[in-house]
């Protein structure tokens, strides 16, 4: 249950009417929610348990999708390459293999071109936008666990820990997670608008993969019609997050992280969320 007494804010914004506004929306709401929201380029205004590590489900695809730019600027793969679908994948923490379960999958396509080639490229297009969780494996395989965390760190992303592959349920079972914090999704997004993920070039690309996002149940509902929303989402069972920068009338832009879990009623959560996204919308409209 969200109380008073657990939703924290950083003491220089405590005051401030957005941050108010949206803990009155969270007053006794059930489940647990962690929220950034900065003009671009700004510290944020609203930092509500913004530092708890959180479960990532697909967010932390972007930490993916960055990794493999890196790579790519690097010369250590070419997004021209092909890798050949398939579905099997060994387990971070035995010699044990596992598979995707396309049911819970959200871009069956890939399984039905099994054992054919695919670039590097469309790979990361589905993996974003589709959110495709046999993608993300395929990239993560081809990339190494090491190496997206090395780059991680390199940039200085600590609040955001890509633990695992996807539905490696033998390293979750020895709590080896994907975690996120708004804060850490917060900086990654100031850093991509900002052209310094990889380069601006790679900045731009990765910005543009995310305008295509197909899955919008979150932020964008209440927002006018047509707004420009670059976005990764996540959801697994309890948990529904979005992480946006989001383009106002004028050009400016503002961040927004919205992170949940222990939700007894994911479309509750949903609610309360798109609630969260159009105060926010409204406030930047305004100042």
């Not at 390199?154 to 708004?182: F, P």
């Not at 946006?244 to 927004?256: E, Q």
Request: glycine share 6%; charged share 20%.
């Amino acid at each position: 249950m969200m109380t008073a007494s657990n939703v924290h804010a950083e003491p220089k914004i405590s005051s401030n009417s957005l941050s108010i506004t949206i803990k009155n929306t969270l007053q006794n709401q059930r489940g647990d929610f962690d929220i950034y929201a900065a003009p671009n380029k700004n510290p944020p205004l609203v930092c509500i348990n913004c530092d708890t590590l959180t479960p990532a489900a697909s967010t932390i695809k972007l930490a993916v999708i960055d990794a493999a730019y890196q790579a790519e600027k690097d010369g250590k793969i070419n997004f021209n390459d092909t890798i050949i679908i398939h579905n099997h994948f060994q387990s971070l923490v035995s010699k044990n293999f596992f598979s995707i379960d396309q049911k819970e999958d959200s871009y069956d396509t890939l399984y039905e071109q099994n054992g054919q080639p695919i670039k590097i490229s469309e790979l990361l297009r589905v993996m974003i936008q589709y959110s495709s969780n046999l993608a993300t494996n395929l990239l993560v395989e081809k990339l190494g666990l090491p190496y997206i965390n090395s780059i991680l760190k390199q940039q200085h992303l600590n609040g955001m820990i890509l633990g695992r592959m996807i539905e490696d349920l033998e390293a979750d079972g020895q709590n080896i997670k994907n975690l996120v914090t708004a804060r850490g999704l917060g900086i990654f997004l100031q850093k991509l608008e900002n052209g310094e993920i990889v380069g601006p070039q790679q900045s731009h690309e990765i910005i543009q993969i995310m305008l295509g996002q197909k899955f919008n149940d979150i932020i964008p509902p209440l927002l006018p019609k047509n707004t420009p929303i670059a976005h990764k989402t996540g959801w697994i069972k309890g948990v529904r997050n979005d992480a946006a920068i989001v383009i106002l009338p004028n050009g400016k832009k503002y961040i927004l992280i919205l992170l949940s879990k222990n939700l007894p009623s994911e479309p509750e959560g949903i609610k309360i969320f798109n609630q969260v996204s159009k105060q926010t919308y409204d406030y930047f409209s305004q100042h």
